[in-house]
């Protein structure tokens, strides 16, 4: 049967699903059967992965980002007062030097008064021979100061335009995963699966067995149950996954880097085996592109993808075949 008779007979909705999705096209033209919702949903699944570890580059590359910009102000403002203690002493000492001019001393002041540069009046005091030790030895200590800084500022500036550029570069990777999370949009829409969520859900309450600060982390996740799924988010409002972890566990007095990556790696000495898990143990998944919260009882909470609320989950086969291992913070 020719492809467009069929699409003729299709309901708008499912037509545009097997459109855009599910139909194969073959040397005869033939269509294949109307897609499942299973179908659908292995699709689904696909396009949360692949958006799960674009999203996590991207926010990796970012932090590195922030975090070299954050450094680079720091070194620019040190500079900036150093720069202003050396004028400040420049000051002083040339007019100790006018002072030796006016009274006889120095010949030469209108000269070394000119120079451009710490280094080039210190030199021609030194010459003239009529500042004191203590004053060169200040000015010297602070020229050297200055140099030091500036070698750091350019560090700090090199670092900057390095993440700049990386950060270029993966801004046309975020093209692709907005590309990813619209598409998941418009396919959860289309199986009415899209839950827009709630960014003032008050959650639910947390009655397992975890105490410390584990129940105080968990006890905050519990609260965020129904908030919407962002990717880059970190509430209070809306969370991906990390960044929901994040905030879950800072209100217990815990400081977890940001993102799946990082948290993976600052936990290489604090990983526990998936048998011999904790409530508010940290749970990685295969490729570390997404990340939950153990809350006990075989249960998760975190905050799953596009289209999608933080909720609680059941560890069933099909979590535990993609859990790569658990971090206890």
Wanted: charged fraction near 25%.
């Amino acid at each position: 049967m020719p492809v467009r008779s069929v699409r003729k007979r299709l309901v708008p909705a499912v037509a545009g699903l097997a459109a855009a999705l599910l139909l194969t096209p073959t040397g005869s033209a033939s269509a294949e059967p109307r897609p499942t919702v299973a179908q659908a949903k292995t699709r689904l699944d696909k396009l949360q992965d692949q958006a799960d570890k674009m999203v996590e580059r991207y926010n990796t590359v970012a932090e590195k980002y922030k975090s070299a910009k954050r450094k680079y102000g720091r070194l620019d403002q040190e500079l900036s007062r150093e720069t202003g203690k050396v004028a400040d002493l420049r000051e002083d000492v040339v007019s100790a030097a006018s002072n030796m001019y006016q009274y006889g001393g120095l010949m030469s002041v209108p000269g070394i008064v000119s120079q451009d540069d710490p280094a080039g009046l210190l030199s021609g005091l030194a010459v003239a021979n009529q500042v004191t030790a203590g004053q060169a030895q200040t000015l010297e200590e602070f020229d050297n100061a200055t140099k030091g800084l500036r070698t750091r500022r350019g560090k700090a500036k090199s670092a900057y335009d390095d993440m700049a550029k990386i950060l270029a570069d993966v801004a046309k990777e975020k093209k692709q995963v907005d590309k990813l999370v619209g598409e998941q949009e418009r396919l959860l829409r289309r199986l009415n699966q899209f839950n827009a969520g709630d960014p003032n859900s008050r959650g639910i309450k947390y009655t397992g067995t975890a105490s410390g600060n584990a129940k105080v982390a968990l006890q905050f996740a519990f609260a965020q149950v129904g908030k919407p799924y962002r990717y880059g988010a970190t509430g209070p409002g809306a969370y991906d996954c990390s960044g929901f972890a994040q905030a879950s566990w800072a209100k217990a007095g815990v400081r977890l880097p940001r993102t799946t990556y990082s948290q993976w790696a600052w936990g290489s000495a604090r990983r526990v085996s998936l048998n011999d898990l904790q409530p508010g143990d940290l749970l990685f998944s295969n490729g570390l592109g997404h990340m939950g919260i153990y809350a006990g009882a075989g249960k998760m909470v975190h905050a799953p993808h596009t289209g999608d609320v933080v909720k609680v989950v059941t560890l069933d086969s099909y979590w535990r075949g993609r859990l790569v291992g658990a971090v206890r913070p």
